[in-house]
């Protein structure tokens, strides 16, 4: 079955210092994968993306994230996390239809709680 | 540009009874999907539009329906509304993708948080 997932439910981690949200996943064929934050009371926010090309890819926000085959996994990083960092994460794989038509079905993963304290 | 708007953003029905969601996508996007986010099970699809056509369907019952207008506006409609319906429910539009061109992300709408009693 094609799936994602967000291992950790909770990162805490104080300002300035790195973050990693970590996002694993199971699709059959290249995958297309995703990184989107949601703010309380708010609709999700598109991050970043990897379709193919470079593995390190950088996003909004000073976010980036890196794809690793071998591992199946696309963690999200930030080099110094910001108070205003702390939302709620999710990892997505976009699921491609064999034959027709449907590129718009999303899999999300349960989200992952970010807190940056002060 | 302008965002992805949904009306209303809050509504309270009871049981039994029917709603109707409506989304408006940005400018230029055709596609427009839908999810629904609970605390239990997360962002679930529902289905997705495209030129007024249903492209693709997620794992709900028949009481969950949609439709796709000619200026790409989407509406969702949920009949004989059970408690379980509680749920913010997500709009999202892209520009059209096919095998190709599947890349491109989704723009999320607000929410429109749905209450049943």
């Known amino acids: 079955a094609q799936s994602v997932a967000q291992p950790e439910d909770q990162v805490n981690v104080a300002e300035g210092n790195p973050l990693t949200v970590k996002c694993t996943y199971s699709?059959?064929?290249?995958?297309?994968l995703f990184w989107y934050v949601q703010y309380p009371n708010r609709g999700l926010q598109f991050l970043l993306k990897?379709?193919?090309?470079?593995?390190l890819v950088k996003g909004s926000y000073g976010f980036e994230a890196e794809f690793n085959k071998s591992q199946t996994s696309f963690h999200l990083k930030k080099p110094s996390a910001l108070v205003s960092d702390s939302a709620l994460y999710f990892c997505a794989v976009r699921l491609l239809a064999p034959f027709s038509g449907g590129y718009n079905k999303l899999i999300f993963g349960a989200g992952t709680r970010l807190a940056v304290h002060p | 540009k302008a965002g992805v708007t949904q009306t209303p953003r809050y509504l309270i029905k009871t049981r039994g009874q029917q709603v109707t969601l409506s989304c408006s996508p940005i400018?230029?996007?055709?596609?427009v999907s839908w999810y629904q986010q609970t605390p239990g099970q997360g962002l679930q699809f529902l289905f997705e539009?495209?030129?007024?056509?249903?492209?693709n369907k997620g794992n709900f019952p028949g009481r969950f329906s949609g439709r796709q207008f000619s200026n790409s506006r989407s509406e969702m409609n949920v009949s004989t509304l059970e408690l379980g319906d509680s749920a913010l429910y997500l709009c999202?539009?892209?520009?059209?993708?096919?095998?190709?061109?599947?890349?491109?992300?989704?723009?999320f709408g607000p929410g429109t948080r749905l209450t049943v009693t």
């Open positions: 400018s230029g996007h055709r596609s």
């Open positions: 999202a539009s892209s520009l059209p993708g096919d095998r190709a061109l599947g890349s491109y992300e989704q723009y």
């Open positions: 990897y379709i193919t090309g470079d593995n």
């Open positions: 699709v059959s064929g290249n995958p297309y």
């Open positions: 539009y495209f030129s007024e056509t249903q492209r």
